[in-house]
């Protein structure tokens, strides 16, 4: 690759803070929550101009589809988030669930009102591009914005970027999939003209359940209802709608009342990889093409779509994964799916497999504990990383990417860099004792 050099200059200070965090996803909601409920200075920094990541951008609505009868569930500010956005009319019953849908853009509301009711300091239209390090420990970082280069200070940072892009400006060590092997990107879209009663009427006539996603489950998902869409598409392909190379599938979530699908997860891109602008763009790019070959599909075969048109796309490609730290620990397939018990453990999170050819809903009661050790890079101090890029095998992503599972994260990344502050420690050093109280404190479940 060509490479110029650029001019030495100073930078001026955008921010000070003690803990900032880096990204707005669930898991960077969380943890700019957590870390601000226990007293100290927080900077919440996003790229876009709202908070709230794939659910805002990308629209997704389903933070908990998992949740059924006999599940034993998280505690704390993920599901925080959920109820909140129930009392301030936010939610809609999530068709597969006993959870609530979010509306995706009323969302940002809810995020702002809770950024603000803490008292975070909040920066949108922003973005990280370097670290400033002082040896192996993280300083703060540089931003780039319309207000230009810029630095921000802080004592601690929280990387919920989801690529674990500070840990990787930073030298910490990542892996990342061969972009064969990666999780599809998402292009989500919504349609409005949807004649409600006639579709919810044809999908009560034609049931689909998790058997037809083809993939493997525990048995006891084969004949539980799923929102899941596939014929239509396949006769869109065997009429030459659709190229016959395409893998059009997926599921639909709120009906509203006025008739708009507000959120299809239909279209998915295989061999992209996240970290790559041109993929980026082509992910992008064909997503909307093949959305629209799904729409029209949708309106030709599927009772109730024959009137139905474009509402949105989603703002954002939806992002399965991407890099993920190496930890102090490494979350594996034997620990999520055995009921992985740990003593640095920091709250827990059903069984629940979504991904890699796996659907496995936590119906048992069975759930493992999350433990700390995931969040904490190696050769790079008072850096701690929340969300899908935590530590662990492929597997295990399957869990860890969840966005509920990315508020478990989060929230115990915040409460850390908060202790560590007033402990005087390196995140790596943090008490695990009190630390484990301190989440206790907040609401989080550590064990049942």
Known sequence: MKKIREAARKI??????????????PGGLAASLAAAREGVNT??????????????QAGVESIAWYRHGGTIDVQGIGIELEQRAKQMEATDPEPQSQSEALNTELF???????VHEADILPILHCMAVEAIMEGGTIKGIITESKSGRQAILAKRVIDATGDADIAHLAGAPWRKAPKNELLG????FSLTGVDRKRFLSHVKMNPSTYKDWGVETSGKEDNMFSPYLKAPFQLAKEAGEIPGD??????WSRISEQGDATYLNIVYIQGRDATDVHDLTRGEVEGRKQAMWAANALKKYTPGFENASLRSFGSSLGIRES???????NLTEKDVRNQGRFDDAIGIFPEFLDGCG???????????QVPYGIMVPQKVENLLVAGRCVAGDRISHSATRQMMCCTVTGQAAGVAAALSIKEKNHCSQVDIASLQKALSKQGVRIKV
């Open 12 to 25: 001026p200070v955008l921010a000070e803070t003690d803990v900032l965090v880096v990204g707005s996803g």
């Open 43 to 56: 900077i919440l920094l996003e790229r876009y101009g709202c908070f709230g990541g794939n659910i805002t």
């Open 108 to 114: 940002k509301v809810v995020a702002d009102t809770l």
């Open 185 to 188: 990107v998402t292009v989500t």
């Open 246 to 251: 395409l893998e059009i599938a997926g599921t």
């Open 323 to 329: 890099r993920k730290i190496i930890g102090k620990y």
């Open 358 to 368: 796996i659907v496995i809903l936590p119906t048992t009661g069975r759930y493992f």
